[in-house]
C-alpha cells in the first residue's frame, strides 16, 4: 500500500450500545455509515463476575443487539465486527466489575473458562473477534495488581490458543491508553505475541478531571498531535512495530466552562464542566453533531461570535460560544494533519470513538477518509430535535415503524424481490419477510 492509502486499510467505528435507546440521535446499528468502515466494534459488553460469560452491559441493553450489530454483515459481506468488553466504567471502583478482569487473568481455570466463553459467544451471535478494554491492570485507583501485567499476557495466550483451536478465525485486540500512568503496566511486546494489534486511546488527553491533577484547572485540547507524538514514543520504546498501533479520533469534543470570559486560550483557567448539550446532556463534553450544529446555526446572533482558532501544532480547532463555553474538535483539515503524521511513521489504521456521534451528513467520517458517504435520513431527522423537538415524531414517522405493516396477502415468491415490493403496494418498501414460510 502507498502511504496514503495504509490507514484506510483498516478503519474502525466503535458504536455505543446505548445509543439505540436514546430519545435524541437515536442510532441503531443499521444507521452507522459502513462504505467508511472496514471493522465496527460494539461497546460495550460485560462479563458476569460469577459465570465469566459475556454479557450485555445493563438490564436495558437487549441481548439481541448483539446479533443487529453482526447482521450488518449481511449489508456489508466483507466487514468485521469485534466485541468489546469492559470500558472504563466497568473497572469503577466500589463496583461488582472492577475485580473481574483481574480474577479472570490470575487463575489459569479461570482464563480457560472465560476463553471458552468467549468462544461460545461469539459463534452464537456472529462476532468476528474480541476487544479487550481492561481500564486498568495494575493501576492501583483503578482496582489493579502488580502481577496483573504478567496475568494479562497469560489471558491474551489463552484466548489465541483456544480461538485456533476453535476452528475459526477469530480476531483479538486490546485497547491502551495514552498516558504513562497507566501504559507501564502494559507488557506490550508479551501482549503482541497473541493479540492482532492494539487500539490506541489517543483522545481524551484532557478534560475537568485536570483539576484534580497536577496539570490544573486550565483548558486544553482533548486531542493534540504533539502529545500524541510523545504518547506513541512510549510504544516505540517498547519496540512496537508502527503497523501494530491504530490511532484513535475522537467524534466529539470535550468542553469547559472558563472562568475568565477575557482568557480562552489554551491554558487559561476554567471553573469546571461546560453545559449539558441538548442531546448528549453531559457537561464537559459535547458530540460532534453537537458542534457541527453550533457553527452551523447562522439564525443566532451567538454564532456571529464565535471565532474557531486552529492550532496548527497541535492538529486541533477550538473556540468559544455562548461567552464563557469553551470546546477543542477536530475537523477536515486536523484529521488531514494526524493522518499524515501517521502515515509517515507507518501506524496501521484508524479507530473512531464513536461513529454513531457524527452528524446526518457523516461528515466526520467523510472528513476522516477522504469518502463520500450518502446522508442518513433518518438522523436527519432526529437532529430536527435539537431546534425543534416537537416536529421529530412527525418526521420519523416513516421511518421508525409507525407506518409499517405485516403482509397478510397471498403467499408470493419469496425468491422474487420484485414480487414481493408489488405486494407491498404503492409507496411502501418491503424491508422484511418470514424466510420460514410466507409471511
Known amino acids: 500500500p502507498t502511504k496514503a492509502s495504509r490507514l484506510s486499510n483498516k478503519v474502525i467505528g466503535y458504536y455505543e450500545s446505548w445509543m ?5 440521535h437515536k442510532v441503531a446499528p443499521t444507521d452507522l455509515p459502513l462504505d467508511a468502515l472496514t471493522h465496527v466494534n460494539f461497546a460495550f459488553a460485560s462479563i458476569d463476575p460469577d459465570s465469566y460469560q459475556i454479557v450485555t452491559m445493563d438490564s436495558d441493553t437487549p441481548p439481541s443487539l448483539f446479533s443487529d450489530t453482526t447482521n450488518l454483515k449481511s449489508i456489508k459481506e466483507d466487514i468485521k465486527v469485534f466485541v468489546s468488553v469492559g470500558g472504563w466504567t466497568f473497572s469503577d471502583n466500589d463496583t461488582a466489575t472492577q475485580p473481574v478482569f483481574g480474577d479472570i487473568a490470575a487463575s489459569a481455570t479461570n482464563r480457560q473458562k472465560f476463553a471458552n466463553n468467549v468462544v461460545h459467544f461469539m459463534k452464537q451471535y456472529g462476532f468476528d473477534g474480541i476487544d479487550l478494554d481492561w481500564e486498568y491492570p495494575g493501576a492501583g485507583d483503578r482496582g489493579g495488581k502488580v502481577e496483573d501485567t504478567a496475568n494479562y499476557v497469560l489471558l491474551l495466550k489463552a484466548l489465541r490458543e483456544t480461538f485456533d483451536a476453535s476452528g475459526s478465525d477469530f480476531g483479538l485486540t486490546f485497547t491502551a491508553p495514552s498516558s504513562y500512568w497507566y501504559l507501564r503496566w502494559f507488557d506490550l511486546p508479551g501482549m503482541l505475541k497473541y493479540a492482532d494489534w492494539i487500539n490506541l486511546m489517543s483522545y481524551d488527553l484532557h478534560g475537568v478531571w485536570d483539576a484534580t491533577n497536577p496539570i490544573g484547572s486550565i483548558v486544553q485540547a482533548h486531542t493534540n498531535l504533539t502529545e500524541i507524538k510523545l504518547a506513541t514514543s512510549l510504544f516505540w520504546r517498547a519496540n512496537v512495530p508502527p503497523a501494530k498501533l491504530v490511532m484513535g479520533f475522537g467524534f466529539y469534543g470535550r468542553s469547559f466552562t472558563l472562568a475568565d470570559t477575557s482568557c480562552t486560550t489554551p491554558g487559561c483557567p476554567f471553573k469546571g ?16 453533531y453537537e458542534i457541527m450544529d453550533i457553527l452551523s446555526d447562522t439564525s443566532s446572533t451567538k454564532r456571529s ?9 497541535g492538529a486541533v480547532n477550538y473556540f468559544t460560544f455562548d461567552d464563557d463555553q469553551w470546546i477543542s474538535y477536530d475537523d477536515k483539515t486536523t484529521f488531514a494533519q494526524k493522518l499524515e503524521w501517521a502515515n509517515e511513521v507507518g501506524i496501521g489504521g484508524s479507530m473512531i470513538w464513536a461513529s454513531d456521534l457524527d452528524d446526518d451528513k457523516y461528515s466526520a467520517h467523510a472528513a476522516l477518509t477522504g469518502k463520500t458517504i450518502q446522508t442518513n435520513p433518518t438522523l436527519k431527522a432526529i437532529n430536527k430535535a435539537l431546534s425543534n423537538p416537537k416536529s421529530v415524531v412527525e418526521d420519523l414517522s416513516s421511518w421508525n415503524g409507525q407506518k409499517c405493516f ?4 397471498k403467499c408470493v415468491n419469496l425468491n422474487d424481490n420484485s414480487a414481493m415490493a408489488k405486494a407491498c403496494g404503492s409507496g411502501f418498501t418491503m424491508v422484511g419477510w418470514d424466510d420460514a414460510g410466507c409471511g
Do not use: E
Open 20 to 24: 439505540a435507546r436514546k430519545a435524541c
Open 273 to 288: 464542566a461546560s453545559n449539558p448539550g441538548p442531546c448528549s446532556d453531559t457537561g464537559g463534553i459535547l458530540s460532534y
Open 305 to 313: 461570535t464565535i471565532t474557531p482558532v486552529h492550532d496548527k501544532a
Open 406 to 409: 405485516k403482509y397478510d396477502g
